[in-house]
Every structure is written in structure tokens, then in C-alpha cells.
């Protein structure tokens, strides 16, 4: 599932305070957080609409706003090329 900081949130005007709130099982045991709706997320030229989002501070991992879940990735087929830093996408059949 796709995971966005409190900090993006409350910059794109979503309501975490009034936000269902989800149970999701990780690998340090379980996590209760607030779920929203992206209208909207675009990356590069992949583009999802109604894209749920788990409302979590993952300070652990820098200065990251968005990490990208298989709810997004699973609607193309992509490649990641580590070597250059390019992950590209095709529309999946």
C-alpha cells in the first residue's frame, strides 16, 4: 500500500483527523494509521486515480514524503534500473 508523511497530508488538504483508520500488519508487528483517497498520483508518466494512502511517519528512511505501494505499481508493468536511477512504466494488459 502506498504510505504518505503526516506532513504531505496535511500539505495536499486531506483531513487525518477524520480519516478512517486502517490495521495493517508489518514486519515489526501491527500498525493502526489513518487512510486517505488520492484524487490524483502521478509518477513520471503513470498516472492513478482514487489511490488509497496510508498516513504514517516513516522517519527511519531520510527525507522521504511517499513511499509507493503495489496498490499504484500493480496497474503497469515497470522496470527498475538501480544502475541509472529510472524506473519506467507501461500501462499492465
Do not use: C
Request: proline fraction near 4%; charged fraction near 20%; hydrophobic fraction near 45%.
Amino acid at each position: 500500500m502506498t504510505i504518505i508523511t503526516t506532513k504531505l497530508a496535511r500539505a495536499l488538504g486531506y483531513d487525518i483527523k477524520n480519516a478512517r483508520i486502517g490495521r495493517f500488519k508489518t514486519p515489526g508487528g501491527f500498525l493502526t494509521a489513518p487512510v486517505v483517497k488520492l484524487d490524483l498520483m502521478q509518477v513520471g508518466p503513470a498516472t492513478v486515480k482514487n489511490v488509497s494512502a496510508v498516513v504514517f511517519d516513516f522517519k527511519w528512511r531520510g527525507p522521504v514524503s511517499v513511499i509507493i505501494g503495489m496498490n499504484f505499481l500493480s496497474r503497469f508493468v515497470f522496470e527498475i534500473d538501480y544502475l541509472n536511477k529510472k524506473i519506467t512504466f507501461q500501462k499492465a494488459q
